[in-house]
């Protein structure tokens, strides 16, 4: 019901933006999320933004450089992505959320439904 897309190969420096399209329902009234996964390493938080897109949080080791932004008309979520660099390479996931907690939002299990995941990979 999420699918992620956008991923692919950039030089350092770069940038990239993912999307997020949500089908079989809508998404307006969900927090929606951003993870991403390193190899070998845990999934991490990197950022939110609420059903009402008034409102984002990022995790600091993206602030300044990611924006998340919605477009609830298209059920369609972006991560614009720039200055990248190669530690942000990994595999990156989009979620919504049906609660509304900030605190919860941080968290894998503050989420009911999950995309597949789209690669980026930061060369040097």
């Known amino acids: 019901q999420l699918q992620a897309s956008g991923g692919g190969l950039v030089q350092a420096g770069g940038s990239l933006r993912l999307s997020c399209a949500a089908s079989?329902?809508?998404?307006?009234?969900?927090?929606m999320g951003w993870f991403r996964q390193a190899p070998g390493k845990e999934r991490l938080f990197v950022g939110f933004?609420?059903?009402?897109?008034?409102?984002?949080y990022y995790a600091a080791s993206v602030k300044g450089r990611f924006t998340i932004s919605r477009d609830n008309a298209k059920n369609t979520v972006y991560l614009q992505m720039n200055s990248l660099k190669p530690e942000d390479t990994a595999v990156y996931y989009c979620?919504?959320?049906?609660?509304?907690?900030?605190?919860?939002?941080?968290?894998?299990?503050?989420?009911?439904?999950w995309g597949q995941g789209t690669q980026v990979t930061v060369s040097s």
């Open positions: 933004i609420r059903w009402s897109a008034d409102s984002t």
């Open positions: 979620a919504a959320a049906i609660n509304h907690d900030s605190g919860r939002l941080l968290l894998q299990d503050g989420y009911n439904y």
């Open positions: 079989g329902r809508t998404f307006s009234g969900y927090d």
